[in-house]
T-cell receptor, first 116, second 111 residues
Framework: EAQVTQNPRYLITVTGKKLTVTCSQN?????MSWYRQDPGLGLRQIYY???????DKGDVPEGYKVSRKEKRNFPLILESPSPNQTSLYFC???????????????FGEGSRLTVL | QQQVKQSPQSLIVQKGGISIINCAYE??????FPWYQQFPGKGPALLIA?????SEKKEGRFTISFNKSAKQFSLHIMDSQPGDSATYFC??????????FGKGTRLHILP
């Protein structure tokens, strides 16, 4: 089954304790991206990656890091989480510019993070 | 110039009625306009999408109307059902894979 898998789905942590949210897709997609969803603010892009070893900042990158060492994985790293990073996070992928471009994004089920 | 403005923020419609959500964009380079549907506890999923070379696209009870000159597009849900209750996001993108989302509309269909 084609899917984007995120882990953990729920996490409560404390300020300053480094954490990583993993994301993996099994569709051989080139493009992957991280979003955060907050009430009234919609989906805001954190980082995206057009292909392996290529990453770029989205609209709200401060406080986050990413890496793209393999095509299927795109982890989101919070080096020193703060309470304003409490949010619902989504990883997404699409085929990108390879082949016939459709632009469709496939989302994971989300990771709800609380930073105390 | 990169914004997509979506309205209303929330919408309540009687069962069987028509739900209408509107979006406006500024960047004329956008060439793909999808709508995503999100149920509670789930990630958004593509519902329907349109390219600017057509003015309307219909899939079942869901229709996108597109007005290129006004830089506006809208989602119409005909014969709205309680199962349509969800959050809807419009978006706009172009081939560099920059996808801009609206802020979402929370739709509630009364039984």
């Amino acid at each position: 089954e084609a899917q984007v898998t995120q882990n953990p789905r729920y996490l409560i942590t404390v300020t300053g304790k480094k954490l990583t949210v993993t994301c993996s897709q099994n569709m051989n997609h080139e493009y992957m991206s991280w979003y955060r969803q907050d009430p009234g603010l919609g989906l805001r892009q954190i980082y995206y990656s057009m292909n392996v070893e290529v990453t770029d900042k989205g609209d709200v990158p401060e406080g986050y890091k990413v890496s793209r060492k393999e095509k299927r994985n795109f982890p989101l790293i919070l080096e020193s989480p703060s309470p304003n990073q409490t949010s619902l996070y989504f990883c997404a992928s699409s085929q990108g510019l390879a082949g016939v471009w459709t632009g469709e994004l496939f989302f994971g089920e989300g990771s709800r993070l609380t930073v105390l | 110039q990169q914004q997509v403005k979506q309205s209303p923020q929330s919408l309540i419609v009687q069962k069987g009625g028509i739900s209408i959500i509107n979006c406006a964009y500024e960047n004329t380079a956008f060439d793909y306009f999808p709508w995503y549907q999100q149920f509670p506890g789930k990630g958004p999923a593509l519902l329907i999408a349109i390219r600017p070379d057509v003015s309307e696209k219909k899939e079942g009870r869901f229709t996108i109307s597109f007005n290129k000159s006004a830089k506006q597009f809208s989602l119409h849900i005909m014969d709205s059902q309680p199962g349509d209750s969800a959050t809807y996001f419009c978006a706009a993108s172009n081939r560099d894979d920059k996808i801009i989302f609206g802020k979402g509309t929370r739709l509630h269909i009364l039984p």
